[in-house]
């Protein structure tokens, strides 16, 4: 029991990196792209988004390398050693997109420009090789990760990232013409994710059997896939509209539906193709200790950054539905 609830936590720390991370690093997807009459303020509205919490966004990633480490140490040595050079470069692009977010604000003109491209680069970068080290990880043939599930998924978390990052920038964007260039961005994005979502979906086959075998074998199959679809359909409706308020929220769903589902068709095992949750397990004294530590530290996590969220944020971190 106690195994299950340090794996339910490592699970829960990878959604939120997901949800907020990941669409950081789509904003610099975006910071990228940026082009029209428009693209100053795009920039401008980017960094205003991203700046504040950026750094906190990370603490999701730190608690989940934090878990693996004390709860599943064999699962972190087999994908430590396995997955050592893109999980490196992984790291390299997350510190260098850091430091090149606050660099380009303090340079001079010349040396900023450069400081923005790098910005860009480990904005894509970062995120294509965290889908590739998961896809790897999930295919069972973790040293093969250069295999084209891997890239296929690296591919699509990109898209996936950028999609949610241009729903949360349409709410962040005022009312008129910026936030009709998000909504476009995001509706763009989204059809790209249900496209490259086909194609992940086919190579599962080959490139994840067991996961792909327990996405079609399971009483509950196809209700994640179905919940998935109906997410997405609406979302897309939704940011036609300009109703971003709810299609926010409704992308966000459609994250962790397919977060969800992964994880329950990989479960039990938390390494595929051998390692289950409970032969990677450390001692359960060590597990004990480690639930108690993230259930106290959980009171304290959760209200600073809701505080956080809502002074940098106000009303559009928590808004559901448009004011209209």
Request: with cysteine; net charge positive; proline share 6%.
């Amino acid at each position: 029991m106690p195994e299950h609830i340090a794996a339910a936590a490592l699970f829960m720390s990878l959604v939120f990196y997901a949800l907020t991370a990941g669409a950081d690093f789509g904003g610099g997807v975006w910071d990228l792209l940026a082009r029209g009459e428009r693209q100053a303020e795009q920039r401008k509205l980017i960094a205003q988004a991203i700046g504040p919490i950026w750094e906190a966004n990370h603490v999701w990633l730190v608690l989940a390398l934090v878990i693996l480490f004390s709860a599943f140490p064999p699962a972190l040595a087999a994908i430590a050693t396995k997955l050592h050079f893109p999980i490196t470069i992984l790291m390299f692009g997350i510190v260098f997109r850091g430091a090149a977010f606050t660099f380009r604000h303090y340079s001079p003109p010349d040396r900023g420009t450069r400081w923005e491209l790098v910005f860009a680069i480990a904005s894509v970068v970062s995120p294509v090789l965290l889908g590739v080290t998961l896809g790897a990880a999930i295919s069972g043939r973790m040293g093969d990760w250069l295999e084209p599930f891997p890239i296929a998924l690296g591919a699509w978390t990109l898209v996936l990232f950028s999609y949610l990052a241009a729903s949360y920038l349409a709410v962040e964007a005022p009312e008129g013409p910026l936030r009709d260039d998000f909504a476009r961005k995001a509706i763009a994005a989204g059809v790209l994710v249900l496209v490259l979502g086909a194609v992940v979906t086919l190579l599962a086959r080959s490139g994840a059997p067991h996961v792909a075998r327990h996405l079609s074998d399971r009483k509950w199959a196809w209700s994640f896939p179905s919940a998935t679809a109906l997410s997405a359909g609406l979302a897309l409706w939704l940011l036609v509209k300009r109703r971003v308020f709810l299609a926010r929220v409704l992308v966000a769903t459609e994250v962790v539906l397919v977060l969800t589902g992964w994880a329950c068709a990989q479960y039990p095992l938390l390494v595929v193709p051998h390692l289950t949750i409970q032969e990677a397990a450390a001692p359960r004294s060590v597990l004990v200790l480690l639930d108690v530590a993230l259930a106290a530290g959980a009171l304290v996590l959760f209200p600073c950054l809701g505080y956080l969220f809502k002074v940098f944020k106000g009303e559009t971190a928590f808004s559901v539905l448009d004011k209209s």
